[in-house]
């Protein structure tokens, strides 16, 4: 069973500071990774992707993946109140399927 | 502006109740999913469908049924509704082959009393 591990938090960072919000997963063959945002009674929206090691930059977000240590982070500068939400992880699994993560809540406090 | 909606944001049925939670797209995607959520499970898949008339059990089917009659519609069916069916029903869709751009819902919270 391919698997998705993320600490469900919540993770409370002060406004202006940097969130890092991180993701393991089992599958050694996967090749892209998505995290998603999810407000509080809304649906999941896609943020970011990554596929390939390294970092992957975005505006506010950077996208970290090492496929050795099976890791993808997220990173999100100079954070605001309007971040807080829950994040998601998502790895794809055959073809065209997608495993989630359970989510890690992020609050910024002014 | 691409488009997923439910047929309700919220529902409340009694146990034993035939349900039925209806999605549409309007983006002429082929592929369709419904998940639904549950506080510290996260997102599991009940049911996806590749094409009209085709679907295939996701990771918790039991319970539930789906139908893909016409390609923009997807619909979920509790056949005969527990306590334990209640959640946030999402539904998603995306291109064959696009997996990056999985687009949802608004999504349906169900309550079975």
């Known amino acids: 069973q391919k698997e998705v591990e993320q600490n469900s938090g919540p993770l409370s960072v002060p406004e202006g500071a940097i969130a890092s919000l991180n993701c393991t997963y089992s599958d050694r063959g996967s090749q892209s990774f998505f995290w998603y945002r999810q407000y509080s009674g809304k649906s999941p929206e896609l943020i970011m992707s990554i596929y390939s090691n390294g970092d992957k930059e975005d505006g506010r977000f950077t996208a970290q993946l090492n496929k050795a240590s099976q890791y993808v982070s997220l990173l999100i500068r100079d954070s605001q109140p309007s971040d807080s939400a829950t994040y998601l992880c998502a790895v794809p699994y055959n073809t065209d399927k997608l495993i989630f993560g359970t989510g890690t809540r992020l609050q910024v406090f002014p | ?113």
């Not at chain 2, 334990?84 to 309550?111: D, I, K």
């Open chain 2, 1 to 113: 502006d691409v488009k997923v909606t439910q047929s309700s944001r919220y529902l409340v049925k009694r146990t034993g109740e035939k349900v039925f939670l209806e999605c549409v797209q309007d983006m002429d995607h082929e592929n369709m999913f419904w998940y639904r959520q549950d506080p510290g499970l996260g997102l599991r898949l009940i049911y996806f469908s590749y094409d009209v008339k085709m679907k295939e059990k996701g990771d918790i089917p039991e319970g539930y049924s789906v139908s893909r009659e016409k390609k923009e519609r997807f619909s979920l069916i509790l056949e005969s509704a527990s306590t334990n069916q209640t959640s946030m029903y999402l539904c998603a869709s995306h291109l064959a082959g696009e997996l990056y751009e999985q687009y949802f819902g608004p999504g349906t919270r169900l309550t079975v009393t």
